[in-house]
């Protein structure tokens, strides 16, 4: 089922139920899981002994139309440890409702996930950040003009009104600083802005998101990670800085530019997820 399609637009809990039976019979439970963003997809390489499902077998799943993303939930063992991935996401501007968008989150905790590892790609406006620079998002600033939990509250899922005041766990982020100096990678920190797209901002925008105090622009994971929350996950977010955002450098920005830039920064990017979920997992890093 793509977003576009009127049928279905929005996820309810027997959905989300549904759809986890379904899983619970092919795959191994994870503590942990990762989303991976536009030319992130080498990720699943790391994988031992794993599991392919296409989004389309799952039920009630919609399919991602962007370039990039392989619509694709892998499940496998990372140093022996259970391992979800989803080699891709869902994205407002694609036609979905955001309980579209978020259900790959909330089936992800129906099968026992616990911590969320989010990646994307984004524009830099951080003027200090160049292509290909990884950021720690710290916080988030939502432009999108809606939230996944508009509507009436599914209160096995959460509370009517979730704190944000702490959307990032700080244990994570900490364990992903640490990762990225044991390897001599920077790891930028910083917070994210998302707009729904999918047309990119425009310089005023970025003007003012930098005025708001945002580092970096993109048009995703700000509604996985509200989501998330509610459901009580713990959450870390790491942004690929694919471009500098509108009016900073002059250039036009187009999507192969990003998928280009996630190309380039995947062998590091890889290297230090990998050394978080080894961290987080129970393993120790060298």
């Given at each position: 089922?793509?977003?576009?399609?009127?049928?279905?637009?929005?996820?309810?809990?027997?959905?989300?139920?549904?759809?986890?039976?379904?899983?619970?019979?092919?795959?191994?439970?994870?503590?942990?899981?990762?989303?991976?963003?536009?030319?992130?997809?080498?990720?699943?390489?790391?994988?031992?002994?794993?599991?392919?499902?296409?989004?389309?077998?799952?039920?009630?799943?919609?399919?991602?139309?962007?370039?990039?993303?392989?619509?694709?939930?892998?499940?496998?063992?990372?140093?022996?440890?259970?391992?979800?991935?989803?080699?891709?996401?869902?994205?407002?501007?694609?036609?979905?409702?955001?309980?579209?968008?978020?259900?790959?989150?909330?089936?992800?905790?129906?099968?026992?996930?616990?911590?969320?590892?989010l990646t994307n790609a984004a524009g830099g406006v951080n003027t200090a950040f160049t292509a290909g620079s990884l950021m720690l998002i710290r916080d988030h600033i939502n432009f999108m003009g809606a939230n996944p939990l508009i509507g009436p509250n599914t209160d096995e899922w959460g509370p009517r009104f979730p704190d944000m005041s702490h959307a990032y766990h700080e244990g994570l982020a900490k364990t992903a600083l640490l990762a990225a100096k044991k390897l001599d990678i920077t790891l930028h920190e910083g917070v994210?802005?998302?707009?729904?797209?999918?047309?990119?901002?425009?310089?005023?925008?970025?003007?003012?998101?930098?005025?708001?105090?945002?580092?970096?622009?993109?048009?995703?994971?700000?509604?996985?990670?509200?989501?998330?929350?509610?459901?009580?996950?713990?959450?870390?977010?790491?942004?690929?800085?694919?471009?500098?955002?509108?009016?900073?450098?002059?250039?036009?920005?187009?999507?192969?530019?990003?998928?280009?830039?996630?190309?380039?920064?995947?062998?590091?990017?890889?290297?230090?997820?990998?050394?978080?979920?080894?961290?987080?997992?129970?393993?120790?890093?060298?």
């Amino acid at each position: 089922m793509s977003c576009d399609m009127q049928i279905e637009k929005e996820i309810t809990k027997q959905m989300v139920d549904e759809a986890v039976a379904y899983l619970a019979k092919l795959l191994p439970g994870a503590d942990t899981a990762v989303v991976l963003g536009s030319g992130l997809g080498a990720l699943t390489e790391l994988l031992e002994d794993s599991f392919s499902i296409p989004f389309a077998d799952i039920p009630h799943f919609p399919q991602t139309t962007v370039q990039g993303h392989k619509s694709t939930l892998y499940a496998g063992y990372l140093n022996k440890q259970p391992l979800f991935i989803l080699g891709g996401r869902l994205h407002y501007y694609e036609g979905c409702s955001l309980s579209q968008v978020v259900f790959p989150i909330r089936l992800l905790a129906g099968l026992g996930v616990k911590k969320l590892i989010l990646t994307n790609a984004a524009g830099g406006v951080n003027t200090a950040f160049t292509a290909g620079s990884l950021m720690l998002i710290r916080d988030h600033i939502n432009f999108m003009g809606a939230n996944p939990l508009i509507g009436p509250n599914t209160d096995e899922w959460g509370p009517r009104f979730p704190d944000m005041s702490h959307a990032y766990h700080e244990g994570l982020a900490k364990t992903a600083l640490l990762a990225a100096k044991k390897l001599d990678i920077t790891l930028h920190e910083g917070v994210y802005v998302a707009f729904s797209g999918p047309s990119f901002e425009t310089p005023a925008e970025i003007r003012l998101a930098r005025l708001m105090g945002a580092d970096a622009v993109g048009m995703s994971t700000v509604p996985e990670v509200i989501a998330a929350r509610h459901l009580g996950l713990s959450v870390l977010a790491i942004s690929c800085i694919s471009n500098a955002a509108a009016g900073i450098l002059n250039a036009e920005l187009n999507h192969l530019e990003v998928l280009e830039a996630g190309k380039h920064a995947s062998a590091q990017f890889c290297s230090l997820l990998e050394a978080i979920l080894l961290k987080i997992t129970g393993v120790a890093l060298s």
